[in-house]
């Protein structure tokens, strides 16, 4: 079977740019191979209006700029934590959707960011310089400190946002420059009933029916932001088969991984990810049936973590492809043959992929540790993770940039300020479900007889001690918070709060894990991938392109569908299909603002449509942008295939899945009647 | 690193005898290895006293007589099904424990049953006289009805009641011939908190604590049955380094699977079981905290599950040790190249490992629907298990006996009655709790569109049909499934009780289902096995045992620790050593009766101990046996290292874990004042 299939694969990635794979980074796209497949000539023009356009959210999402008044449209799913930050029992935005009547109604996402590229610099050859001649911790140890450096002076000498990013795995070290807004306001949300229509079951299926939407407005100086590069949109969206192009964040694909890497996620890292949190969904589920407002307050939490879970038992099952796994061998071992083949590569190379091999190694003899010490895993929940950015602020900030942790480098400051600081509501049972929970787990991975665990615990069980915790900090206020933000190491250390207590008792420990980390499994291991990286430039060049990163990426394709198991699937839906589909019961309800408007919608309005263009998580709220740099959709999801993205790009089935703009104008006029938001758009 | 450990791999398990390796059958124990290794001379008679004084439990235990008058040594875990279904909210006596004053006092056991071997007989002539140059699909279906008819035929002839047994993963099929009990008491049982002491956390660890025993009688024409042999007491136990034995009926080891087979469980059986359970016991966690009720209800689950994670879970571990997949798969190509090199021995075996792996491939493309529709993944608890069992017994029974599924034949019809018709509480939130966890699951691997989920669900969600499900059956009286047990065929259709409706609306699905998996994953796997084991007895006789097939087998090894991470660990833990591990909470707390007892007990009493005999679970209950037969301890548990025993014996780290007889024996007299209990088993 391996040997039957291994030409197959190998054709279908050999030939990428057939193959419309690829997220490509904006001084590198494929404007040859785009007009070649698709006849289109991409302008530098096209590509600064995109880059101008496009925003990223830091918390992870895209979205895209679509009025010269700072209007952004991005998904509902990239808005929940805003939506759910501003309900209650009493205002449940996210069942009961939100649209503000005026300006003035827009609501505050405390803990949202945006930022928009304005210009990239490459830093490769100062980092090399840097850490030329070294040993491997060594060079781990001042590639950090060294690019810590230029991010602050890029801050310095550009008066913009400074951001190090690293493609290639290693291979090229790039500053990327942004403007930033953190005034973010909730605009328009529907119901989640609708925006999720079919939830869980659904996620990552097509056909679909989501409007997966929500609007944002971007504020300077408590005033709309003037965003002049904003696009326009092309309401009946694309034809079929017409090509399509996608800009946006995706956060991370695992292409260049090692085949050694990729078996510690198959047989390490996913596994371990998934049976904690699959348990933890079940204790999500059976607490949501204790009330009503335990079904409000944990939604969020549970749509996070089954929308991970999702993704990660497909990344499992990609993984378990024989004929994948035989493949990435086959592939690696053709690159250490022509490497060998070839003195100068074979020393610049040197025992790279043995390397890489040995820091897992090294990594499993304490990555449990590492994990639930340092990482945090032991705490889950956002109390603990106020009390340790308290306590590493305070001991950070006085040191020299360079020497400290990078959540508290200048530069990276403001974001963890606004993480610690928002006023956002904590939910004490929550918090005490999800600190149990990881105590216990903590129990069970270190062991009832660890020496960490039985300090901690002490005689104490983990619901026991969580509920102590959460119910004697006072973290759960904003201001109390503030106050240690601001106080002295001192003061933090005379702190008789629990939460806070509890991390400093550990921090020594588990920054000698991070140290540890850093010095035996990532030295080592970005040194062995700079070394793999730099052998496959000087073979291929930059024809391909780099791992996903979270920064500005261009992915090209058509609006097409695909064979499932011998029946095509058509490349889009409509509204009269939805209704079918309805069972009235969670997750295929709809909300009564659409039961009530069934009949007066256009039956033959797109609602959610596919493309074959190369996308990944983080591109959720992605604009899908035509020829003509026109808006003609608004990317939330892949197909099931499209998981499996992570190592590789399945052109015959990985699609992308998209809002339709006939459903998004159609819904805010005829259901919302936001004809405000509409004209501002630019609409009728 | 693969290359560096394969020798020593090999030479392990190339030596089982001196690595104490082996669950031997009693027609072929190396008395001679046992003679070598520790002087001991295993007589014949020796091997019948143990024969005649070991009991299986049917539910899934070992267990051994203790007095002429039916006494029964076994574990309190192996009770927990009787302790549970004795207690109620106002009679907790799990948590309580139980001392029956007077005989008459002793406690029903509904559910259990006890098997006590009288004879075997191997049949393997004649089944494979009748499989003989058929094609594999007849030839499993031949070789079902010869095994039916033989086991029928058996007990015709005998008297006693018979089960066949296929030994060497099909190389050899025995008829087993059993006495059996099936009046069932609890006599004793210590509070859970001591019995079962650390936990889930403490579960397969060592040094350990666990008063892990209880005591039942068997009971025929409602008196105290007569049971001549049994076994008498070493009070004092074994000395360090001793000659020990365990008799019992380990449940199931894969030490002969094809790599093929390994990588089944690696990659597919064992990470869906585990996902699938990790989730349902973050549901019972959770919904234990809503109630004292509901944390009591649960417990037994709950254990159940969690038991079963922490062996999935090192099993898996096991099957990631790239060492051991290296061992198998050299051991696997070596018997290969010997078939290969013997013109003989490779016609008889002909495409047989290819086979299993067509056999894998064709299981994979079903496997969802046969596991939640035929095995009743989608439908778990204990209500749809009696309405498939009531639907399918009336369907059956008049079948000529061949004919019939196995649980419905004449041999196997009484088990299945009892399990069936058993008086036992059913706690519908829990029921509830199941069934919708369990639909959930059904929709989430077979698709919301799949046409089976739409036909099940309709529009209800799992929730909502589970609830109406468990509240609309009369199934829980089960004096309503007696009527139903005598129905027939047209009663049973026109039943309206819902849980009846649902079995009997996917049962034909759920028999297509049955036979693709017999015909076109059993039967091939069988008849290739029967190929392989064949070409290795050819080639190594019986100088090797068959995998563990929950049939009575003997162990042999010594009273001996082992080196962790390099530090010894003593093979035996005592009194004065617990109570410094008393945190107080649970799992880590004890009793009013052991606190009470703090001073009283003698703190240099032997607790639990460690041997070196290779066991597995199915073992739990068996009696530690000395070179003179005498009890000497009762197996309850193995240590972390003897989970991988499923799959490989590694003589160095795999220990059993007992109770040691000083703990019982002082305990039961003062603690629990047994003292008719204690005369009766002939101690002082």
Known sequence: ?????????????????????????????????????????????????????????????????????????????????????????????????????????????????????????????????????????????????????????????????????????????????????????????????????????????????????????????????????????????????????????????????????????????????????????????????????????????????????????????????????????????????????????????????????????????????????????????KLFNYARSLIRVVAERDKPNEDRLKPYTEAALPRTKQLTLADRPIYPELETLQLSFSLDKMREFLGPDSNFVREILNTKSPSTLAAELVSGTRLADSEVRAELWNADWATIQASDDPMIRLALALDERARALRRRFEDEVEAPSDRAYEKIANARFAIQGTTAYPDATFTLRISYGAHEGWNEKGTYVRPWTTVSELFPRVTGTDPFRLPASWRDAANSLDGNSKFNFVGTTDIIGGNSGSPAIDRDGKLVGLIFDGNIHAISGSYWFDSALNRTVAVHPEIMIESLREIYGADAVLEEMGIE
Chains 1, 2 share one sequence.
């Open 1 to 381: 079977m391996k040997k039957m299939f291994l030409p197959l694969i190998l054709a279908a990635v050999s030939q990428p740019v057939l193959a419309d794979e690829g997220m490509w980074t904006l001084d590198n796209f494929p404007t040859a191979a785009v007009k070649e497949k698709y006849g289109v000539d991409i302008s530098d023009g096209w590509l600064e209006t995109v880059k101008s356009s496009v925003a990223r959210m830091d918390s992870g999402c895209s979205a895209s700029f679509v009025s010269a008044s700072g209007l952004v449209l991005t998904n509902h799913h990239c808005a929940l934590s805003c939506i759910a930050q501003n309900s209650s029992a009493d205002s449940d935005l996210e069942a009961d959707g939100f649209l503000a009547a005026r300006p003035e109604d827009e609501v505050s996402c405390p803990t949202d960011r945006l930022s928009v590229l304005v210009a990239t610099e490459e830093v490769t050859a100062v980092v090399n310089r840097a850490t030329a001649e070294m040993a491997d911790k060594e060079a781990g140890e001042m590639r950090r400190r060294t690019v810590k450096r230029l991010v602050q002076d890029c801050e310095d000498a550009s008066g913009l946002k400074c951001e190090s990013v690293s493609l290639y795995q290693g291979g090229q070290y790039w500053l990327y420059k942004y403007r930033r807004y953190d005034d973010i306001r909730l605009v328009f949300s529907p119901e989640s009933d609708i925006a999720a229509f079919g939830g869980d079951p659904d996620n990552f299926n097509f056909p679909r029916w989501c409007l997966d939407m929500s609007i944002l407005r971007v504020y300077e100086n408590d005033k709309p932001a003037a965003t002049p590069n904003y696009l326009r949109w092309r309401t009946e969206g694309l034809k079929p088969g017409e090509p399509m192009f996608v800009a946006g964040r995706p956060g991370r694909t695992q292409r260049l991984l090692t085949v050694s890497d990729l078996k510690f996620l198959r047989d390490t890292t996913i596994p371990h990810w998934l049976l904690r949190n699959v348990e933890l969904r079940g204790r999500y589920i059976q607490y949501a049936q204790t009330s009503d407002e335990a079904r409000r307050t944990v939604q969020a939490s549970l749509q996070g973590v089954e929308n991970g879970i999702k993704v990660q038992r497909k990344r499992l099952d990609a993984l378990h492809n024989d004929a994948l796994f035989a493949h990435k061998l086959a592939e690696e071992n053709q690159l250490k043959a022509v490497v060998a083949s070839n003195p100068k590569l074979a020393a610049g190379v040197g025992s790279a992929w043995d390397d890489i091999e040995r820091a897992n190694a090294s990594y499993l003899e304490f990555r449990d540790d590492y994990y639930f010490i340092e990482v945090g895993a032991a705490f889950y929940g």
